[in-house]
């Protein structure tokens, strides 16, 4: 309503004249009464915000870095057209920052006995579960000079998931698992593969593949083809210890990991074999086994969706049972963890040999890359300490890889960028030896 209607109404409700001022005290009584009564008016000609039914539909999942929409149903039960600001609270990290205020709050105009909705987007900053706060609507009277206000609980949740933005690697990687897998010409034996079929000798294969008793029964030399055994085992083993929580670059060091298991995971579940994942420091913070292809990866975004690294020394005794315990059947043991000397050789070390033993074990580590800058670095007294000290703690993380593999465990040491991809090579050229 404009200021030449709430002038008049202001008129109609008793005041002094329209344009006459009443001398003394009781113009200015008259006006504050008129004012006063106005007001009053307002206040109850406001749609009351308890009888509000609110609702809520959308989504309940979003991956990390991509907008979530969730719709708020208003219904205004009462005899009154509802004018109100709406807000719409959610936990800080639902939004990118500087962007709350324009997306949670709203206008609403609703006529009586009619409803409405409203959508807030939500664009997560963090992992994990996101839970609507409260609701709170200020409904005005028509001349918005008084207001009613009130909150509603309407619970909802919104799970933020990994990114898995390796998944770009996933198609290179599928089109090296099919060349292993004896769709395309490739010779490959070892003790984790399996027979595939007969086909013509041709000039650089192998004499050890010949199989004379069918070439004697054909006219050509045969040779067989074998492909990589399917149906494995192999169990990711994420460390959720203190070593997970340091940042590199952009992103915690478990995050990382998680995103190189999720490609080894795909890839691995398109290959035919049984993938299980394991979270622990010094309990088990999250366990999937038993899974289908079809649900393994689904299953193992929701359950990292919540991880957290926690900061406690890993308990590597206990990891080490637990995994055991897991997989109890020969299996593939992915360890994502650090490659630092001290929580290596304090924990993991002294107990690796009881996973060498039974399984065979793949520790994957990721690298910092302001390291190697750092160890180039030249032209200062500073920058002289920093590249002594990078290469120092380059050469502490070698003397540990060395000490795994002379425990027969393959390592894998990359940058985040590059960890997914080297972790799937890694799998693949395991799976071409017959290692699995």
């Given at each position: 309503m404009g200021v030449t209607g709430r002038a008049a109404l202001l008129a109609a409700l008793g005041?002094?004249?329209?344009?006459?001022?009443?001398?003394?005290?009781?113009?200015?009584?008259?006006?504050?009464?008129?004012?006063?009564v106005a007001c009053a008016c307002d206040f109850a000609l406001a749609a009351p915000?308890?009888?509000?039914?609110?609702?809520?539909?959308?989504?309940?999942?979003?991956?990390?870095?991509e907008a979530a929409d969730v719709t708020l149903t208003v219904t205004n039960p009462t005899g009154r057209p509802l004018r109100a600001q709406l807000r719409d609270a959610w936990p800080p990290s639902s939004w990118q920052p500087g962007t709350e205020g324009p997306a949670s709050?709203?206008?609403?105009?609703?006529?009586?006995?009619?409803?409405?909705?409203?959508?807030?987007?939500?664009?997560p900053t963090r992992r994990g579960?996101?839970?609507?706060?409260?609701?709170?609507i200020r409904s005005y009277g028509p001349l918005r000079l008084f207001a009613r206000q009130g909150t509603h609980r309407v619970p909802w949740t919104v799970r933020v998931l990994p990114p898995f933005t390796s998944r770009r690697h996933l198609p290179s990687k599928?089109?090296?698992?099919?060349?292993?897998?004896?769709?395309?010409?490739?010779?490959?034996?070892?003790?984790?593969t399996e027979f595939d079929s007969l086909r013509e000798y041709v000039p650089g294969d192998d004499t050890r593949s010949i199989d004379w008793r069918a070439t004697a029964r054909h006219t050509s030399v045969a040779v067989r083809t074998w492909r990589p055994e399917r149906d494995r085992h192999i169990l990711l083993v994420l460390d959720t210890g203190r070593t997970s929580a340091g940042r590199v670059g952009d992103v915690p060091r478990l995050d990382a990991s998680m995103d190189a298991a999720l490609l080894l995971a795909a890839l691995a579940s398109r290959a035919g074999d049984r993938v299980g994942m394991l979270a622990y420091d010094r309990r088990v913070r999250a366990l999937v086994q038993g899974r289908s292809a079809r649900d393994v990866l689904p299953s193992l975004v929701d359950a990292m969706a919540t991880l957290e690294p926690e900061l406690v020394e890993t308990n590597a005794r206990g990891l080490t049972a637990t995994a055991l315990r897991t997989a109890p059947r020969r299996s593939l043991i992915v360890l994502l963890t650090t490659l630092d000397a001290a929580p290596m050789?304090?924990?993991?070390?002294?107990?690796?040999?009881?996973?060498?033993?039974r399984h065979t074990v793949?520790?994957?580590?990721?690298?910092?890359?302001?390291?190697?800058?750092?160890?180039?670095?030249?032209?200062?007294?500073?920058?002289?300490?920093?590249?002594?000290?990078?290469?120092?703690?380059?050469?502490e993380r070698r003397r540990t890889a060395d000490q795994l593999r002379r425990h027969g465990v393959t390592v894998v040491d990359a940058?985040?960028?590059?960890?997914?991809?080297?972790?799937?090579?890694?799998?693949?050229?395991?799976?071409?030896?017959?290692?699995l």
């Open positions: 005041s002094v004249p329209l344009g006459v001022w009443a001398p003394g005290w009781t113009g200015v009584l008259a006006v504050n009464a008129s004012v006063a915000v308890r009888r509000l039914g609110l609702t809520r539909s959308g989504d309940t999942s979003v991956r990390l870095g709050r709203h206008l609403l105009t609703i006529p009586a006995g009619e409803r409405r909705r409203v959508t807030t987007r939500l664009r579960d996101r839970q609507a706060d409260r609701v709170t599928l089109t090296r698992l099919r060349e292993l897998d004896g769709r395309t010409s490739l010779l490959t034996r070892g003790e984790g050789e304090e924990g993991l070390l002294p107990v690796l040999g009881r996973l060498t033993q793949l520790v994957a580590s990721v690298a910092d890359p302001n390291i190697a800058r750092m160890a180039t670095a030249r032209g200062s007294v500073d920058a002289v300490y920093e590249a002594a000290a990078a290469a120092q703690a380059q050469s940058p985040p960028d590059e960890l997914a991809p080297a972790l799937a090579d890694a799998y693949l050229a395991l799976k071409s030896a017959g290692r």
